[in-house]
């Protein structure tokens, strides 16, 4: 079989891809505005991200991270569905319901090889503080952290894990203003 041959100038070199690849939103979503998610988006836009996936997560999931959730699971995925629908991006919007369909729980990195499977790198992951310091606890922490470079959403200014200062260039934090 012959190969195509293109002809180029002497020197071309290939344009720099400007996109980034994908960024994972784990949330409960419940008290995400329009407000936040314009800071988020706009954000994206500024990094130049492709795709943006929102992952909320499951009841159980929540139950068993000890993280608080006043709405059930269906009314948080509706409540984000009418966020995205609104949003005014670039940025390709996401929702992912995967965990709601297994309707238990759902370990991390369970979810993190679901979601880095069916997409594109390089992999951002954005927690809330309080995700984060539970992230860092979790033994696969140290295998995920090379993967994924985290960034942090400031949300309820809880002090993070000293742990995540042995990582400090694969992490960042993101404030999105008003409360999240």
Known sequence: MAREQIKVPFGYELPAQTHKGTVFVFETFEDWTETELHAFTSWAEERKFVRAIFYPQHEETLRRMDIPSKMPYYARVKHLESLLKQADTIIQLDLDTWEGKRKKYTPM??????????????YFLCLSDRYANLFVSYPSFKEWIKKVRLVIINQFHVPLDGRLNEYAERWEILDLGNGV
Do not use: I
């Open 109 to 122: 990195d369970t979810s993190l090889s679901f979601l880095t499977d069916k997409s594109l790198g390089p």
